[in-house]
């Protein structure tokens, strides 16, 4: 069953993925949610429109989490859906920007989809199955130390949570070899689980920003947790740290 939706998961994804594309050469009307930076575009909503639809007309009891004011509770399986995980990149045409689409049963992430449509690449994963990217597998990074690894992060939206992550990047800055900012967390996720990254963390984050990227670093043999350590739950909004695994107590020692 996992890999039905597995395929029925990156079908739609790399499907909402041209539709982004499109709309790169097309007047995007921009708008905001939460804050000045918290952008949407009416690609975010067409995008999710057409994801909802596919999921509702062929999976028509499972239960729905969408970024964009969108739920509906139906089942113990529910699709967890980040129609453009990057819209202010996408609003200013940097092409790193995603769709990310989850499936959770009974709480817990099975199926996770990440797919970068500029790139031509789809991370995935099924629970207990590895992770892949465009069908082949892939694993995390050998490195060991904080020193000699390649970082990536984000700033939240959240501005009471913005000198926290200021002080975190300004200390890992001056003890990892470097640090990305990308603004997209599915993708950076993935770039974990593919060993680009060696490790990633954010403060206050959203289900859909996560769901699917956490399995696939999980999946690729990394480790994934909040700021204490303690196992992930994709509806804890406080923080997440994926690493390769083997500096992640290094790195959360340095975060807090």
Same mark, same amino acid.
């Given at each position: ?6 395929? %029925? ?17 097309e007047?995007?009307?921009v708008?905001?949610?939460t ?10 909503r067409?995008?999710?429109? $057409?994801?909802?639809?596919k999921i509702q007309?062929t999976?028509?009891d499972?239960?729905i ?11 113990k ?5 980040d129609?453009l ?5 996408y ?12 499936v959770?049963?009974e709480?817990?992430v ?7 449509p500029l790139l031509d690449e789809?991370?995935? &994963?099924?629970?207990?199955?590895? &992770?892949?990217l465009n ?6 990074s050998?490195?060991t ?6 970082l990536?992060?984000g700033?939240?939206?959240d ?5 926290e ?10 003890k990892?070899?470097g ?9 950076? $996720? ?8 060696d ?12 769901a ?11 480790k994934?947790?909040? %700021?204490a350590g303690?196992?992930f739950d ?9 690493t390769n ?6 790195l $959360?020692?340095?975060?807090?």
């Amino acid at each position: 069953m996992n890999k039905d939706l597995l395929q %029925f998961a990156k079908s739609t994804a790399r499907e909402a993925g041209d539709l982004l594309v499109e709309g790169l050469g097309e007047e995007r009307k921009v708008s905001h949610k939460t804050g000045p930076t918290d952008l949407v575009t009416q690609y975010d909503r067409a995008s999710q429109e $057409l994801i909802v639809e596919k999921i509702q007309k062929t999976y028509p009891d499972h239960s729905i989490l969408a970024e964009e004011e969108f739920g509906v509770e139906k089942s113990k399986t529910k699709w967890v859906v980040d129609p453009l995980d990057g819209t202010t990149n996408y609003v200013y045409n940097y092409p790193l920007f995603g769709v990310s689409i989850a499936v959770e049963f009974e709480g817990e992430v099975v199926v996770g989809v990440v797919h970068i449509p500029l790139l031509d690449e789809t991370f995935s &994963a099924v629970k207990s199955e590895g &992770a892949k990217l465009n069908g082949a597998g892939i694993s995390v990074s050998d490195t060991t130390g904080v020193s000699r690894s390649l970082l990536s992060t984000g700033f939240p939206y959240d501005p009471e949570l913005v000198p926290e992550a200021l002080e975190a990047f300004s200390r890992l800055v001056r003890k990892s070899r470097g640090i990305r900012r990308d603004g997209a967390a599915a993708p950076d $996720l993935s770039f974990v689980a593919a060993g680009r990254f060696d490790g990633f963390w954010e403060l206050g984050l959203s289900p859909w920003d996560v769901a699917a990227g956490s399995l696939i670093v999980v999946e690729a043999g990394g480790k994934v947790t909040d %700021f204490a350590g303690d196992p992930f739950d994709i509806y804890d909004s406080r923080g997440i740290v994926a690493t390769n695994g083997k500096n992640h107590r290094e790195l $959360l020692q340095k975060l807090t």
